[in-house]
């Protein structure tokens, strides 16, 4: 299984933007899907979005119009693009495969914190 990692989380005020940046294992063009999760506390972990091998792509209502997912798949890195953010968008953020199996691990995540 492709070991994927998320980073470039940090903090910041409700309105702004954040990109985070995810490194894979092995070639993104091998895989049926990848996407972005987010864990906010008390809750499970929840898929965000997500890009599929047939180009279409995939968001939660919650994000749809301020997240956006690209994906470089020479250098096998995957982003995600955080615009307009809220308060409620505050978690850990990790990246994977789409679907996700028990054969996936997960990486440590990045923490992301949005004040309003």
């Known amino acids: 299984q492709v070991q994927m990692a998320a980073s470039g989380g940090g903090s910041v005020q409700a309105g702004g933007s954040l990109t985070l940046s995810c490194t894979t294992s092995?070639?993104?063009?091998?895989?049926?899907?990848v996407g972005w999760y987010r864990q906010v506390p008390g809750k499970e972990r929840e898929l965000i979005v997500a890009?599929?091998?047939?180009?279409?792509?995939w968001y939660a209502d919650s994000v749809q119009g301020r997240f956006s997912i690209a994906i470089h798949s020479g250098n096998n890195l995957l982003f995600l693009r955080m615009k307009d953010m809220k308060p409620e968008d505050t978690g850990v953020y990790y990246c994977?495969?789409?679907?996700?199996?028990?054969?996936?691990?997960w990486g440590p995540g990045t923490q992301v914190s949005v004040s309003s």
């Open positions: 092995g070639s993104i063009d091998a895989l049926t899907g």
């Open positions: 890009a599929f091998v047939n180009r279409t792509s």
């Open positions: 994977n495969e789409v679907p996700v199996t028990p054969q996936n691990s």
